[in-house]
C-alpha cells in the first residue's frame, strides 16, 4: 500500500492523474444526489420524462466512452483529450447553473456532462498505461490505492455540499461547485502534465484499426465476464437503492439515520480499498472479488433482518468492507480483459456500470414483485453468490495464489 501511493507521488504520469481523478469525483459528488430534485422539482421534469433522460444520458456515457477510449489508444499524449472532456464538464454543469432552463438541463445532462463523464475511464486508461511496466502485482495495488483516493471525494463533498445547500432555497449551487471542479482538472491536466504524454499502446491500436477494436467488446469470452461482473456490481447497485428503504421501513429510522450510514460507509470504504489494494499483491483479483463479493453477498443476508437502527449501524464495517472490493477491483478485472489497449479496457469501466445499473433495476423488480424490501435484499445475495460461482468457473484455471 505504501509502495504503491509513493510510486504514485514520485510519477507527475500518475500522480497528476490521481489527483485530477480525486478532484474529478467532486463533480459526481455535488450533482448526483440534488440531480432527480433540480431536475424535477426546480425545473418541472415530469417523472416519466426524467427516467427516460437519466437512462439516454446513460447510454450515450456509455457508448462516449467506448468511442473515447478507443480514439485515446490511437494517440500519442491523451493530454489533448483529457483538456477537451474537462472542457465539456465545465460548459455543461456552468450553463446549467447559469441559465437553468429546463431545455439547458436536458441538452446538458444529456450531451455535455456524459461526454465530460469520460474522462474517468481516459484517466483510469492513462493509469493502465503507465502501469503495463510494472508486475502485475504492483499494477493493481496502484490502481486500487487511485481508486481509493476518488473515493476521498465522496467520502468529503456529498456532506459540504449538503451543509451548504442547506441554507440555500434552490439546489443549483451544487452545479457551480461541479462546473469549478471541472475547471481545476482541466488546469491540473494544462499545467502540470508533461506535454507528449507517451501512450505504449498507440502503435499497437493503429495497427488494428478502429473496427477490429471496436471487435472485441463482442468476443464471448469478454462479453461473459462482464455479465458476471455485472451480476456483482450490480448487486451493490441494488444496496445502494435498498438501503435508505429498508432503513427507514423496516428498521424504523429516520432520514438522520440514512445520512449516517451513508457516510459512515463512505468514510470507512477508503481504508477498506488500501486493504483490498494490498491483498492483491499477494492474492488474484479474482479471489479478492470473490472475497469481497462473498463478503457483501453475507452483509445483504444480515441487514434483511435488520429491524432497529442499531442494527443497521451495526453492520457499517461488513458493508464498507465488501462494497470496496466491489468497488475498487473491478477495474483491474476490466482492464486486464484487453490488457493491450489501455483506453479501451478502461472503457469497459462505464459499461459495466451502464450493465449493472440494469441488473440492479431488474433485481429490485423481482424482488420487490414477490416479497418486501428486506426480502429483496436476500435476491441480491443469491445474485452475488450466482456470479461468485460464474466467475470460479471461468477464472479457476488462470488464477494461481501467490505466496
Known amino acids: 500500500m505504501l509502495a504503491a501511493l509513493l510510486r504514485i507521488i514520485r510519477d507527475p504520469y500518475l500522480r497528476i492523474p490521481t489527483l485530477t481523478l480525486f478532484v474529478l469525483g467532486f463533480t459526481y459528488a455535488s450533482t448526483l444526489p440534488y440531480q432527480s430534485i433540480i431536475g424535477i422539482n426546480e425545473l418541472g421534469l415530469s417523472d416519466s420524462s426524467y427516467s427516460v433522460l437519466i437512462f439516454a444520458a446513460a447510454a450515450i456515457n456509455v457508448s462516449a466512452s467506448v468511442l473515447l477510449g478507443i480514439l485515446s489508444d490511437t494517440l500519442g499524449d491523451r493530454r489533448p483529450l483529457v483538456l477537451a472532456l474537462t472542457t465539456a464538464g465545465v460548459l455543461g454543469f456552468g450553463l446549467i447553473y447559469v441559465l437553468r432552463s429546463a431545455w439547458i438541463f436536458i441538452f446538458c445532462v444529456l450531451f455535455l456532462i456524459p461526454i465530460s463523464n469520460s474522462t474517468f475511464s481516459i484517466l483510469f486508461g492513462s493509469v493502465r498505461a503507465r502501469t503495463n511496466d510494472l508486475d502485475s502485482r504492483e499494477a493493481v495495488s496502484v490502481t486500487s490505492t487511485v481508486r481509493a483516493v476518488y473515493s476521498g471525494s465522496w467520502a468529503l463533498m456529498p456532506g459540504l455540499v449538503g451543509l451548504y445547500l442547506a441554507q440555500s432555497q434552490s439546489m443549483m449551487p451544487a452545479y457551480a461547485v461541479a462546473s469549478t471542479a471541472s ?16 501512450n505504449t499502446s498507440a502503435r499497437s491500436q493503429g495497427e488494428g484499426g478502429f473496427l477490429s477494436s471496436l471487435a472485441r467488446l463482442l468476443e464471448p469470452s469478454i462479453l461473459i465476464r462482464l455479465g458476471s461482473m455485472a451480476l456483482i ?13 429498508i432503513i427507514t421501513h423496516a428498521a424504523h429510522g429516520t432520514v438522520v439515520t440514512v445520512g449516517f450510514v451513508s457516510g459512515g460507509v463512505a468514510f470507512l470504504e477508503m481504508p477498506f480499498m488500501l486493504f483490498w489494494g494490498a491483498m492483491m499483491r499477494r492474492f488474484h483479483n479474482v479471489h479478492v472479488l470473490i472475497a469481497g463479493a462473498i463478503i457483501y453477498s453475507i452483509y445483504l443476508v444480515l441487514v434483511s433482518f435488520a429491524t432497529a437502527p442499531w442494527h443497521i449501524y451495526a453492520l457499517i464495517g461488513i458493508n464498507s468492507c465488501g462494497a470496496a472490493a466491489i468497488l ?32 440492479a433495476a431488474i433485481l429490485f423488480a423481482i424482488g420487490t414483485t414477490i416479497s418486501d424490501y428486506s426480502g429483496t435484499a436476500l435476491v441480491g445475495a ?22
Open 233 to 245: 456490481t450490480g448487486t451493490q447497485r441494488l444496496s445502494t437503492t435498498l438501503s435508505p428503504l
Open 328 to 359: 475498487c477491483v473491478p477495474i483491474s478485472y476490466l482492464q486486464d480483459l484487453i490488457a493491450d489497449k489501455p483506453g479501451l479496457g478502461s472503457s469497459l469501466i462505464s459499461v459495466n456500470l451502464f450493465l449493472s445499473g440494469g441488473v
Open 382 to 403: 443469491a445474485s452475488g453468490l450466482i456470479a461468485v460461482v460464474l466467475m470460479l468457473a471461468l477464472d479457476s484455471r488462470r488464477t494461481a495464489v501467490v505466496a
Open 183 to 198: 475547471l481545476s482538472c482541466f488546469c491540473l491536466y494544462f499545467f502540470f502534465v508533461p506535454r507528449g504524454e507517451r
